[in-house]
């Protein structure tokens, strides 16, 4: 399966365009290698995303070409994830 396409039915990504789009700007990996959108997703591949704020490590456990939204986080398992602290606005 695409990499695009996994990230969308995955629903670690809300929609394939976008997916598309990360892709190409380099801000997701496979086995830590930029990747194109095109790039073919197995079971034990590791997927990183850089959301900008946070950053996501997965590793693949299941493809399937749909899969209803609650049952999404059974075809991962979350390696590594890091949030940045929201800035502190100050106010006079």
């Not at 591949?45 to 899969?67: A, F």
């Not at 609650?70 to 075809?75: E, G, I, R, T």
């Not at 602290?85 to 106010?91: C, K």
Request: proline share 9%; net charge positive.
């Amino acid at each position: 399966m695409r990499l695009d396409r996994w990230l969308k039915v995955s629903r670690l990504i809300r929609r394939r365009p976008i997916a598309t789009n990360m892709c190409w700007g380099g801000r997701v990996k496979l086995n830590d290698v930029p990747a194109k959108p095109s790039a073919q997703v197995k079971v034990g591949d590791v997927i990183e995303v850089n959301y900008g704020r946070r950053l996501l490590r997965v590793q693949v456990e299941m493809v399937q070409e749909s899969m209803p939204p609650q049952l999404a986080p059974m075809m991962y398992k979350v390696l590594y994830e890091h949030r940045e602290p929201e800035p502190l606005e100050f106010y006079d």
